[in-house]
C-alpha cells in the first residue's frame, strides 16, 4: 500500500465547478505539500502546511491531522487551473526534506 | 539567473557512458534535492543535502553520485548509464530541510 494516495487519479470539471482533490497518507508527518505540474512539466509548490488551513487567491488546502488527511479546494474553476497536483508528505523523524509523493491528481478544466 | 535551472535541459545517451545533471540555485538555500519523476510512480528522492559539504542518500540513490562544495550547485552524476535510468530529473531546493521546495525546471534523459 502506498504511504500517500491521491484521489480521484483523473478529474475533468467544466469551468466555473468548485473542485476537490484528496489526499490520505499513513505516517506521521511533520507537514504536508500540495504541488502542481503544468503541462509543460515544472512543478510549482502551493501550499505547506501542518495543521489548519490555507488560501491563496481561489485554491484551498486543509488538513487533518487525527483523520491523516488532507483536501485541495479550487473555487471557481478556469481553464488554466489544468494541471497535475501532487499531495507529497514529510514523514516525521525521516531524513530531513525527505517527501514522500502521491501519484498525482490529473485535472482537466473545459471551457 | 533567478531561481533554480538545471542543464541540460534534455538529453540522449548511449549505455554505459557517463553522465553528469547540473543544477545551481542563487536563492542561498541551504538544502537541495534530486529526484527521478516516472510514469505510474510519481516523485521519488535520489539524494539530498542538507548543507553545502555534507550528502544523503534518499529512496533510489542507486547508480547515482553527487556532492555539494558550495551552497549553489548540486550536480548529479551517473557514472554509468543504464536504460532504467531513463527519466525526467528534477532538482529542488529550500531555505531549510523541512521548508517549501522550488523545483528546476526538469531534464528529461534517455538512455538507449
Known amino acids: 500500500k502506498n504511504e500517500v494516495e491521491q484521489s480521484p487519479q483523473n478529474l475533468t470539471a467544466q469551468e466555473g465547478e468548485f473542485i476537490t482533490i484528496n489526499c490520505s497518507y499513513s505516517?506521521?508527518?511533520?507537514?504536508l505539500h500540495w504541488l502542481q505540474q503544468h503541462p509543460g512539466g515544472g512543478i510549482v509548490s502551493l501550499f505547506m502546511?501542518?495543521?489548519g488551513k490555507k488560501k491563496h487567491g481561489r485554491l484551498i488546502a486543509t488538513i487533518n491531522i487525527q483523520e491523516k488527511h488532507s483536501s485541495l479546494h479550487i473555487t471557481a474553476s478556469h481553464p488554466r487551473d489544468s494541471a497535475v497536483y501532487i499531495c507529497?508528505?514529510?514523514?516525521?523523524?525521516?531524513?530531513?526534506?525527505?517527501?514522500?509523493f502521491g501519484k498525482g491528481t490529473k485535472l482537466s478544466v473545459k471551457p | 539567473i533567478a531561481g533554480i535551472t538545471q542543464a541540460p535541459t534534455s538529453q540522449i545517451l548511449a549505455a554505459g557512458r557517463r553522465m553528469t545533471l547540473r543544477c545551481t540555485q542563487d536563492?542561498?538555500?541551504?538544502?537541495m534535492y534530486w529526484y527521478r519523476q516516472d510514469l505510474g510512480l510519481g516523485l521519488r528522492l535520489i539524494h539530498y543535502?542538507?548543507?553545502?559539504?555534507?550528502?544523503g542518500k534518499g529512496e533510489v540513490p542507486d547508480g547515482y553520485s553527487v556532492s555539494r562544495a558550495n551552497t549553489d550547485d548540486f550536480p548529479l552524476t551517473l557514472a554509468s548509464a543504464v536504460p532504467s535510468q531513463t527519466s525526467v530529473y528534477f532538482c529542488?531546493?529550500?531555505?531549510?530541510?523541512?521548508?517549501?521546495?522550488?523545483f528546476g525546471p526538469g531534464t528529461r534523459l534517455t538512455v538507449l
Open positions: 529542488a531546493s529550500s531555505d531549510r530541510g523541512w521548508g517549501e521546495q522550488f
Open positions: 505516517v506521521g508527518i511533520s507537514a
Open positions: 502546511l501542518s495543521s
Open positions: 507529497a508528505v514529510e514523514n516525521y523523524g525521516g531524513s530531513q526534506g525527505n517527501l514522500i
Open positions: 536563492m542561498r538555500h541551504n538544502a
Open positions: 543535502s542538507n548543507t553545502a559539504g555534507t550528502t
